[in-house]
C-alpha cells in the first residue's frame, strides 16, 4: 500500500533511510518541511508500506513556475534523489505512483534524480557528475592524497594563519555564500531557507568559517553530515579569499575535521562536466561519477535544458553579475525558489 509521509511516520521514514545503504541525506524526511517552508512549493512524501514495514520511498517536491516551467522532482533542490526499495514490487509501485501523479498535475516532465541508471530506457540528462572519495583515517595521508600543487596551494592558507570556527548562526556563512554565487551571476537562496535547513537537521547540519588572523571572514561552508559520510553543500568566499586560498584551505578543513569525527567519505557534490568547480574538484585527486537524472516525458517532448550553461541565460548571467549584492539578495531568492 502507497502512502503519504506525515507526522505520523516520520521516523519510521528516517529510519528506513537509515537502515538503507542506497538512500542518501536527501531522502531524509526533513526535506518536507525544509521545501515547504522556505520555498511554499507541494510536496508529495509517498513509502510503501507492508505488514507494517516501511519497505520504500520516493521523496517528489512539485515545482510550477512561470519562468522555469512545471515540473514533478525527486529530489529538488537536492543533488541525489529517486526511488529506494527494498524489493522490486515495492520499486515498481513507487515509480509507477509517481508517473501517473506527474499525469494528474500536468507536469512537463517527471525527474529522478539517481546516483545510478536505474530505467535505461528514459532518457536522462549527461551533464551532472558527483564526486567522491574514501577518507583516510590518518590526516597526513589524506594530505599526501591530494596532487602536490593542491597541496601547495592549501599550505599557502595555513602559512596565511586562516583559522576554521564551527559557527551556530548563519549569518557569517550568508555574506561569504551570498557574495560568491552572486559572483558567479546565479540567483541566491533566502536566509530563511538556511535558517530552516539549521532548524531541521540540528547537528546533521553544521557552518565551518574561515577567518584571517584579525579575525576577518573569509569563507564559509554548510555542510551535511550523513551516516559516515560529510557533504560540504552550500558554500563560498569573500573577495579576500583568493588572495590567501581561502577556498581551498575551507575545504581542507572540512576533511581535516570530518576525519576527527571518523567520518569515511568526502562527498564533494555535483559539479557540470566542464565547469570551473568541476575542475576545482579534478584538482584535489576527486574522480568524477555520472549521474544519471533520468526522466520521464509528460508535456515536454524534449529533456529541460535550465542551466547556466544554456546559452540563452548567458546575457542574464552577465547583468547579474554586476547587480549589488544587496540587490541580488533581495530579488535572487525570488527566482532562486523556482530553481529546484
Known sequence: MIKTLDNSSVTEWDGFVENSSLATFFHKAGWKEVIEKAFGHKTYFLYVEKQGKITGILPLVHVKSMLFGNSLSSCAFCVYGGVVADDEESYAELDKKACELAAELGVD?????????????????????????????????????????????????????????????????????????????????????????????????????????????????????????????????????????????????????????????????????????YRFKKHWGFEPKPLYYEFHLVKADSIPDINPLNPKYQIFIAAWKRLPLSVSQIVGPWLAKDLG
Open 109 to 277: 516532465y517527471l525527474e529522478m534524480r539517481n546516483r545510478t541508471q536505474t530505467t535505461p530506457d528514459r532518457p536522462y540528462k549527461e551533464l551532472y557528475v558527483t564526486f567522491r572519495k574514501e577518507l583516510d583515517e590518518d590526516e597526513e595521508k589524506n594530505m599526501l592524497a591530494i596532487p602536490r600543487k593542491q597541496r601547495a596551494v592549501i599550505r599557502k592558507g595555513i602559512k596565511a594563519g586562516l583559522n576554521s570556527e564551527i559557527d551556530q548562526e548563519i549569518d557569517r556563512f550568508y555574506l561569504a555564500y551570498s557574495e560568491s554565487v552572486r559572483n558567479l551571476g546565479t540567483p541566491v537562496f533566502a536566509k530563511k531557507y538556511f535558517s530552516i535547513l539549521k532548524q531541521v537537521f540540528k547537528e546533521q547540519c553544521e557552518i565551518l568559517t574561515v577567518v584571517n588572523k584579525e579575525g576577518q571572514l573569509i569563507a564559509s561552508v554548510m555542510n551535511f553530515y550523513f551516516k559516515d559520510e560529510v557533504l560540504p553543500y552550500y558554500g563560498g568566499g569573500t573577495q579576500n579569499a583568493r588572495s590567501v586560498q581561502g577556498n581551498d584551505f575551507m575545504y581542507w578543513e572540512v576533511m581535516r575535521r570530518a576525519v576527527a569525527k571518523g567520518i569515511k567519505i568526502f562527498d564533494y557534490g555535483r559539479s557540470k562536466e566542464g565547469t570551473g568547480s
